[in-house]
Structures are given as structure tokens and as C-alpha cells.
């Protein structure tokens, strides 16, 4: 049916594609992370803004630590214990992922059901997958491959890097913090 979503099921009875699913995703953990980051300062969101949500990320915060820009990718559920870092966000039409073309200072993913967040620095992740200032790259490791958790137009492409990876290699590597207990307990910034 013209018109129509596909897939899965919202809040107001009409069916979802991925990108109204990606989007109400995001919307439900925005309500999570926003007191979290409030809590530790202040925050600008770009989501209205494509340009800048594009080049900066999804939020600019301000707080005892500095102003970082901030990529937040969020997800219903770990499954899998992996991170899908995005090389193209549609690789038919060239389109290069976030991973490449985010300037972000902070990469933030937030799994919902387990209100897991993590968080690294994004220059020091992008180091460590694909190389630099004398060190080895790892993104051949991993295989580069198609997403498939949802369906969608985009054939969207990527490497699923386990956690347990992440932990290990990056020093800023912070998580699991669940940002509503941080915020009822009123914890420390990591």
C-alpha cells in the first residue's frame, strides 16, 4: 500500500520501516542519555540539523572535562556483545559511513533493554582500526560485512567488533554505565 511503513508495529498502530524504527531507537534513548549528560553539563543536540549533526555528531557537551562533540548510536538490545562500526552508510552509492566521516571527539553507543552506554574516544578508536602514528591496524580482523538487523534500502556496511575487544585495546574505553542509576546516584563523569 502506498503510503504505507512496513515491518514493525509503533506506539500509534501504523507498521515502521527501519529508518521510523532507527528513529523512535534513538527518541527512547535520547530519554536516558540526555539527564545523564545534563547531569555533568551542558548539552546542545544537532539531530535538527543535518549538517551538523553529520560532521559534529548527535550531541555537543559542555562540562568538567571540556566541550567534546559526541557520535550516539543506540540500540534496542546486546545481542551479541559486538559494536557494528559503520564504513558505508550505503555502499552502492559509495556513501561513506561515520565512521569515516564523523568528527566527533566521543563515540557513545547506549543499548537499551540492559541500559548499557559505553563510551571511547572516536580518535582513538579510528587509530586503532585502521592504523596511524606507528601503530598496527585492526579493522582487517574483522570482516567487513552487511548489516543485517533490519531490513532497509541502504545496503549499509560495517565491522561487528566484540566489546571485549574494545575493552582491551582502548584506554578510554569506558562501560557498561547505566546512565539512570548514574543519574539517580548522582556519580561521577567518567
Given at each position: 500500500?502506498?503510503?504505507?511503513c512496513t515491518?514493525?508495529?509503533?506506539?500509534?498502530g501504523?507498521?515502521?520501516?527501519?529508518?521510523?524504527?532507527?528513529?523512535e531507537t534513538e527518541?527512547?534513548?535520547?530519554?536516558?542519555?540526555?539527564?545523564?549528560?545534563?547531569?555533568?553539563?551542558?548539552?546542545?543536540?544537532?539531530?535538527?540539523?543535518?549538517f551538523?549533526?553529520?560532521?559534529?555528531?548527535?550531541?555537543?557537551?559542555?562540562?568538567k572535562?571540556?566541550?567534546?562533540?559526541?557520535?550516539?548510536?543506540?540500540?534496542?538490545?546486546?545481542?551479541?556483545?559486538?559494536?557494528?562500526l559503520?564504513?558505508?552508510?550505503?555502499?552502492?552509492?559509495m556513501?561513506?559511513?561515520?565512521?569515516?566521516?564523523?568528527?566527533?571527539?566521543w563515540?557513545?553507543?547506549?543499548?537499551?533493554?540492559?541500559?548499557?552506554?559505553?563510551?571511547?574516544?572516536?580518535a582513538?578508536?579510528?587509530?586503532?582500526?585502521?592504523?596511524?602514528?606507528?601503530?598496527?591496524?585492526?579493522?582487517?580482523?574483522?570482516?567487513?560485512?552487511?548489516?543485517?538487523?533490519?531490513?532497509?534500502?541502504?545496503?549499509?556496511?560495517?565491522?561487528?567488533?566484540?566489546?571485549?575487544?574494545?575493552?582491551?585495546?582502548l584506554?578510554?574505553?569506558?562501560?557498561?554505565?547505566?546512565?539512570?542509576?548514574?543519574?539517580?546516584?548522582?556519580?561521577?563523569?567518567?
Amino acid at each position: 500500500m502506498a503510503g504505507q511503513c512496513t515491518e514493525t508495529k509503533s506506539k500509534r498502530g501504523c507498521l515502521m520501516g527501519s529508518f521510523e524504527r532507527n528513529q523512535e531507537t534513538e527518541s527512547l534513548g535520547l530519554m536516558d542519555i540526555i539527564p545523564y549528560a545534563e547531569n555533568r553539563g551542558q548539552i546542545i543536540l544537532t539531530g535538527k540539523q543535518m549538517f551538523l549533526q553529520k560532521v559534529v555528531g548527535d550531541m555537543i557537551h559542555a562540562g568538567k572535562l571540556g566541550t567534546h562533540r559526541i557520535e550516539l548510536k543506540v540500540e534496542v538490545r546486546n545481542r551479541w556483545g559486538n559494536l557494528f562500526l559503520e564504513s558505508f552508510s550505503n555502499r552502492k552509492w559509495m556513501t561513506r559511513g561515520w565512521m569515516d566521516y564523523s568528527q566527533a571527539d566521543w563515540l557513545w553507543w547506549y543499548f537499551l533493554e540492559q541500559r548499557e552506554l559505553y563510551h571511547m574516544d572516536f580518535a582513538e578508536l579510528r587509530e586503532w582500526m585502521f592504523g596511524g602514528k606507528g601503530k598496527e591496524a585492526h579493522a582487517l580482523k574483522y570482516p567487513e560485512r552487511l548489516q543485517s538487523k533490519h531490513e532497509q534500502a541502504n545496503d549499509t556496511w560495517g565491522w561487528a567488533v566484540p566489546i571485549a575487544d574494545l575493552r582491551e585495546a582502548l584506554p578510554s574505553f569506558k562501560g557498561p554505565i547505566d546512565p539512570v542509576a548514574a543519574v539517580a546516584n548522582s556519580l561521577e563523569f567518567p
